[in-house]
């Protein structure tokens, strides 16, 4: 039956056949497939028995390849073969044993990142792959729209209630469109739920728009004006991006209480939401406090994957920033030259009907109107730098806080890992001792404890890894949805540019033709 298997037939192969590596080939890539799908591979027995005596990752490279060319390629092999090697078995065996090495304080174990055969628990009506592979392909037929703000109540008990409408074919939902009723707490509290259920293994969470005490008490207390209307419009348009960024994502989109917020006509009311509550001040304590761990804890990154993803983020995070404030003082400036521009309307229509000249009175009136729709367009051009490049910029600086976020529950996650290690370690040391005090009485309830701290690094590391293959995951997601978002706002934004310089233009030529017809 061994002579069958296919990857032995690698150490017949000719020196020849490894010219193809000059074009970048790799030539085990096909052995080492077998290898992993075959039911026959973990069987050490089909290996020479010199080999597994020396080495138990695999046959040793320097027997199957004699020059230094090969024994560098053969060790890629045997390194993807060591992950079902008989030495690592006892690492994924479901049953606590003895077999794990002993851990001393001093050392801390590197974690493997690349182990196939943990895998998530499938917990979701559809495979997650299923739904990844139609966010890809941007096929999730799901439309949702926030509309309709609505103040309900009075005085300082008010709160603004906005329609929620979904559209979509997708079979989880009961209707094909519905809409429903919810208040800025309930998006609260649903980000409240699924941060607590999917950030600590590893999912990136799209963040609810920030809280505005001062926004919100203008809408309670009934002052009618510009801004007030316009604090309203931010948080309708964030709100609905918020939705839109969170039923993208495959997992989120499963889940149930993102369901029962589109689809429920009434919800649990959320609480612990308010800035102000005592909850609202245990939250800063937490967030204080989870700065001072981040200082103290100290992780010996193996992975230098993460490393660079965390500094990039960071440069990334700064930029943004920088940008995000420009973009802002650019609004700001597109505000006050519309109020000036409307100034010189007015100014431009007074001086034209002083005018005693009747062709030069003409033309100031003509001019005063240019002047007014010149206005108008700098208010629209101002309302697409905050709503179609600004907001972009704020969203994405609070998904990479999220982003951040997961990156600090990685490091907690290792930090159990290794605080489990070394609690094993002194339970081990405490077994020693009482064997050599010769108490058999309390000798049992040692072991007992071993038995359950192995267990307990066993489950350390298989978090551990399984958080690190999940925030890989999310993070090629949120590149691709980045750059598809930039990508779709610029063109938008220079379309919008191109517009109002077009209509700008139209607006001069007509008015041109007025002025040579002074005399």
Request: glycine fraction near 2%; proline fraction near 5%.
């Amino acid at each position: 039956m061994a002579a069958k298997r296919e990857f032995p037939l690698l150490v017949g192969v000719r020196s020849a056949d490894f010219r193809i590596l000059e074009d970048g080939k790799n030539v085990f890539a096909s052995p080492v497939s077998a290898l992993e799908s075959s039911p026959s591979s973990l069987e050490p027995a089909s290996l020479p028995a010199e080999d597994l005596s020396t080495n138990s990752n695999g046959p040793k490279p320097a027997e199957v390849m004699p020059d230094d060319d090969r024994e560098d390629l053969f060790a890629e092999a045997t390194e993807e073969v060591s992950l079902d090697s008989p030495e690592r078995d006892p690492v994924l065996s479901p049953e606590p044993i003895s077999a794990i090495t002993p851990v001393t304080p001093t050392t801390l174990v590197v974690p493997r990142m690349e182990l196939k055969s943990v895998t998530a628990p499938v917990i979701f009506d559809r495979s997650r792959e299923e739904i990844e592979e139609e966010a890809n392909g941007d096929l999730l037929d799901i439309e949702i729209n926030v509309s309709d703000p609505e103040k309900v109540g009075d005085g300082m008990n008010a709160y603004m209630a906005y329609r929620v409408t979904t559209k979509t074919s997708l079979s989880m939902f009961h209707k094909n469109e519905f809409s429903v009723k919810r208040r800025f707490s309930d998006f609260l509290g649903l980000h409240s739920k699924l941060a607590m259920k999917y950030m600590h293994v590893g999912y990136i969470v799209p963040p609810t728009p920030e809280k505005s005490i001062v926004g919100m008490t203008k809408v309670k207390v009934g002052k009618e004006d510009s801004s007030s209307a316009e604090f309203v419009e931010k948080r309708r348009a964030a709100l609905e991006r918020y939705l839109q960024r969170t039923v993208k994502h495959p997992t989120l989109l499963q889940d149930s209480y993102l369901r029962q917020f589109l689809e429920s006509s009434e919800l649990p009311r959320a609480v612990n939401t308010q800035a102000l509550s005592g909850a609202g001040i245990l939250r800063m304590v937490n967030k204080a406090a989870d700065a001072v761990n981040k200082m103290t804890i100290k992780m010996n990154e193996s992975d230098t994957w993460f490393e660079e993803k965390h500094q990039q983020f960071e440069n990334l995070d700064q930029q943004l920033r920088k940008l995000h404030a420009s973009v802002e003082a650019l609004v700001c400036h597109r505000k006050e030259l519309s109020a000036n521009t409307a100034a010189f309307a007015k100014s431009a229509a007074m001086l034209g009907n002083s005018e005693d000249h009747t062709a030069l009175s003409r033309a100031l009136s003509q001019l005063a109107e240019v002047e007014e729709k010149m206005d108008q367009l700098h208010q629209e051009q101002a309302f697409a730098d905050f709503y179609v490049f600004s907001e972009l910029l704020g969203d994405y600086i609070r998904l990479i806080a999220a982003l951040k976020s997961v990156f600090d529950h990685r490091m907690k996650c290792w930090q159990k890992w290794q605080d489990a290690q070394v609690t094993l370690q002194k339970k081990r040391e405490a077994e020693a001792k009482l064997q050599l005090a010769n108490r058999p009485d309390k000798l049992q309830q040692a072991k007992d404890d071993i038995k359950e701290w192995e267990t307990k690094v066993q489950q350390g590391e298989k978090d551990f890894e399984q958080i690190s293959k999940t925030i890989r995951e999310e993070v090629q997601r949120f590149e691709r949805e980045r750059v598809k978002d930039f990508k779709t706002v610029i063109i938008k934004y220079l379309e919008s540019l191109m517009q109002t310089q077009q209509q700008l233009i139209k607006y001069w030529e007509a008015f041109l033709p007025e002025a040579k017809s002074i005399a």
